[in-house]
């Protein structure tokens, strides 16, 4: 959306001064919902998103993405492999291959900021069952080894997620609380972050 007010950098570029479409190409977004569309594992009926709607890439560039992100086995051992069906919101894949596949395309996009609603608290449903301690330690270490060369800005649901950041910013009611590194923000036992973290532990 445009902004109501205010100002956000990035590179020292006020994005406000950009137009909406050429700011979006440049941002890559991983949602805490992974989203696929019905098409093939390569493109979507729509021209939207799955891997690569508008063939931009060759198929050594995809097999490669689909490597670093840890899923290229799984989609080798599907009836058609690029071409393999997906159906509508990736329901023939599991949660955890549906999260793979979106951080695939992330790479592909090769830009270099990253937005993360945590990737893996999914919400347990009877349409996103909950991703198993396994998928989700796999899913967190190929983030961090992927995209080491992004910034990344994750909205965090669980602490120990974000705890070797470089930076934490603590809202509350939308107002900002807090910012600094985490090791200072738990060297402060008053501060919000660390009573956060004490509670999660307890």
């Known amino acids: 959306m445009e902004l109501d007010g205010g100002h ?3 590179d020292d570029i006020d994005i406000s001064t950009i137009g909406l ?8 977004i991983i949602p805490q919902d992974p989203v696929l569309f019905a098409g093939t594992i390569r493109y979507c009926y729509y021209k939207w998103y ?9 198929d050594s ?3 490669n993405a689909l490597e670093k992100c840890r899923v290229k086995q799984t989609v080798l051992a599907l009836d058609g492999q690029l071409e393999a069906p997906v159906l509508e919101n990736g329901e023939n894949l599991s949660v955890g291959e549906r999260q793979l596949l979106c951080m695939a395309r992330a790479l592909l996009r090769n830009n270099k900021v990253l937005v993360l609603d945590e990737a893996t608290a999914v919400r ?3 349409i996103f069952p909950a991703i198993d301690t396994e998928t989700d330690s796999l899913i967190q270490e ?3 080894e992927v995209f080491a060369d992004c910034t990344m800005l994750t909205i965090a649901h669980r602490l120990n997620t974000v705890i070797n950041y470089d930076r934490i910013l603590v ?4 107002e900002i609380i807090e910012f600094d590194t985490p090791e200072n923000l738990l ?6 972050f660390a009573q956060m973290i004490n509670t999660q532990d307890s």
Do not use: C, F, V
Not at 50 to 58: Q, R
Not at 187 to 192: E, H, I, P, R, V
């Open 124 to 126: 347990e449903s009877n």
């Open 171 to 174: 809202l509350d009611k939308g």
């Open 187 to 192: 060297a402060n036992q008053n501060s919000a």
């Open 61 to 63: 560039d995809l097999w």
């Open 21 to 28: 479409k050429d700011l979006r190409s440049k941002l890559s």
């Open 50 to 58: 799955n891997l690569d709607p508008l063939n931009h890439h060759d």
């Open 8 to 10: 956000i950098y990035i």
């Open 142 to 144: 190929t983030i961090k």
